[in-house]
């Protein structure tokens, strides 16, 4: 059959059969929180507000405005002006710090967000019911159907210690330890993401010592928990100044530092954004004590404002003692598996290990060249083995293809030292 184009240059595209890694998702952070419905909904609003039901499912926020609108928070704080019985302002209160946490993380350039919520703020909130049910998809368990998330805050963990009553009740530091463990035991179980956690309000350097101290958990969720103090004077999203918890506004420093320069960058030496002051003003001393028992400090530089100052897990281990570190394993595992999937079921040969091979050393080529990885050449910074000195015919005939993949993560010059010497001048020489 005779040609029907026209005389010119065309171009036929076929597939390379070239298997590509796409990275994970870095920078989405996951808020429980109290929240309410209104009793005072705008009729005007285009985003009609959650329902009970709705906000008690992960719900996906793109923007603070979406979530105010979704949250009616204006008819939150309208109720919040007007009331005068003090169980009620601390009720709505409540949800504040939610609200809070949200704002300070796009405030601090975050993108994308999800919010989980516990809708009675007058009652404490049980560590069965922070944990949830994974078929209603509440709590953190409604988390583990969204891949996506990579960091989790709850900034009402300390209220959901105690009811609201006609008087102030204190948080219960044991209780609030059960609660963290409820985070620690989710993040441990998904290895995908990191806790950001909050000591209880009002504590003093030495207090957090002693807070430290106590927060024990073991090497393995240790290495997926952060903890950042003091807490932070905000100017309030209803124009009323609160001390809410960081998480928030450390999640959005997170999400900064990884569109800026990387998930390979420590996201400390950050200014903090919408924070008026800090709750606790540390000398180097406490900050050295604190530092040493793995608390991420904020502090006040002058000419240089609020900075976040401090890029440690909770763990001891060298290996997972930094932050950037484990959240770029983290990362690459993540990344890797989720584009792997199309290995399944192909034929277990040569062929298939080459083609992983190549997928996976292409991909930390690319990680090295940013800056993730040490080592002046890749071979420095990787190795990636997948042949026949690890797939042993006993694997294969499991159905199993093992990739062996060693990495040289950067770690953060967490502490600068500087030799200065004096070099005497020689003396004259006199005629």
Known sequence: MPNPNPPGVFVKELPSGVRTITGASTSVPAFLGYTKVSIKEDPNETLKPFTEADRKLPQKIGSWREFAARYDMAGIAEELAEASDPVIIRTLERCFLLAEAVYGFFANGGRTCYVVGFTS???????????????????????????????VAVPSLWD?????????????????????????????????????????????????????????????????????????????????????????????????????????????????????????????????????????????????????????????????KYLNVRRLVSYLSDSIRQSSTWAVFEPNDERLWATLRHAVSSFLTDQWRQGALAGRTPDEAFYVICDDTNNKPETMDEGKVICDIGVAPVRPAEFVHFTITQIAGQSGRTS
Request: hydrophobic residues 35%; negative net charge.
């Open 160 to 320: 959901m210690t105690t009811a609201v009553s006609t008087t102030v009740v204190q948080p219960d530091p044991d209780q609030g330890k059960v609660r963290m463990d409820e985070v620690l035991t989710h993040c441990t179980a998904l290895r995908n993401r990191l806790a950001i956690l909050d000591p209880p309000p009002g504590l003093n350097p030495g207090k957090m010592q002693e807070f430290a101290g106590k927060f024990g958990s073991s090497d393995d969720a240790a290495a997926f928990t952060t903890l950042y103090y003091p807490w932070v004077t905000v100017p309030g999203v209803n124009a009323q100044e609160r001390t809410v918890p960081p998480c928030g506004h450390i999640a959005g420093v997170w999400a900064r530092t990884d569109a800026e320069r990387g998930i390979f960058k420590a996201p400390a030496n950050q200014n903090l954004r919408g924070v008026l002051k800090l709750g606790t003003l540390l000398t180097d001393d406490e900050h050295g004590e604190l530092n040493a028992k793995g608390v991420n400090c904020l502090r006040a530089f002058p000419d240089r404002g609020l900075l976040v100052w401090g890029a440690r897990t909770r763990s001891t281990t060298r290996d997972w």
């Open 121 to 151: 703020p007058k009652d404490a909130v049980s560590p069965e019911d922070l944990r949830g049910k994974q078929d209603e998809r509440t709590g953190l368990a409604g988390l583990e159907t969204v891949p996506e998330v990579t960091m």
